[in-house]
């Protein structure tokens, strides 16, 4: 176990309404990432951090915003939550399949998030 | 990022050996071919990756031809456990984002 977890695990908030879902992980991973899971699309990546205070922006980031201020958390705010965000929110670092060459995603047990 | 094709679903009885293929036409000179396996309520989790030729490891083969056009996930003696999600994905060596998409829905059943 790469000692990563989702808080919470379950959600269900109100359209309108502020909500933060956070990673954390234990192992001192540079890279960290929120993708967001529905049925017929996938998993899609919301946003990632390459460090402290470093994130970028992935395929639907619109509605999304994210924080990093310590290495082992990362943290995902949906300012106002819609609908359209009710989701299964994963979380994953980066870490090395073989020293120093090729890397894996290792993922977090999930977020059910329920806007209504 | 190369996009990957593969089937939707597909079928197997407990015992036999499973075959999925993916291809990916516009594979770059420093991608990677990765497979990921997803069960239901869980997140993804790393199966195997390769370059070329074979690569074996304790779940499963991963077979890349010459031309690296296309690659196949073998799992031999699939059990009902099998039964999951698996998505491949093209990655490049230090690449930092993946790009799933919607995966083959391996059903095992006895």
């Known amino acids: 176990d790469a000692g990563i977890t989702q808080s919470p695990r379950h959600k269900v908030t109100e359209t309108g309404t502020p909500v933060t879902l956070r990673c954390h992980q234990t192992e001192n991973h540079r890279y960290m990432y929120w993708y967001r899971q529905d049925p017929g699309h996938g998993l899609r990546l919301i946003h990632y951090s390459y460090g402290v205070k470093d994130t970028d922006k992935g395929e639907v980031s619109d509605g999304y915003s994210v924080s990093r201020s310590k290495t082992e958390d990362f943290l995902l705010t949906l300012e106002s939550a819609t609908s359209s965000q009710t989701s299964v929110y994963f979380c994953?670092?980066?870490?090395?399949?073989?020293?120093?060459?090729?890397?894996?995603?290792?993922f977090g047990p999930g977020t059910r998030l329920t806007v209504t | 990022l190369a996009k990957t094709t593969q089937p939707i679903s597909m079928d197997s009885y407990e015992g036999q050996e499973v075959n999925i293929t993916c291809s990916h036409n516009?594979?770059?000179?420093?991608?990677?071919i990765t497979w990921y396996q997803q069960f239901p309520s869980q997140g993804p989790r790393f199966i195997i990756q390769g370059y070329k030729t074979k690569v074996t490891n304790e779940v499963a083969s991963l077979f890349i031809p010459a031309d690296r056009k296309s690659s196949t996930l073998s799992l031999p003696r699939v059990s009902l456990s099998d039964t999951a999600v698996y998505y491949c994905?093209?990655?490049?060596?230090?690449?930092?984002?993946?790009?799933f998409g919607k995966g083959t829905t391996l059903s095992v059943s006895s």
């Open positions: 994905l093209v990655v490049k060596q230090a690449g930092t984002a993946l790009i």
């Open positions: 994953a670092i980066r870490r090395s399949i073989l020293a120093g060459a090729r890397y894996e995603q290792y």
């Open positions: 516009n594979i770059a000179t420093n991608d990677y």
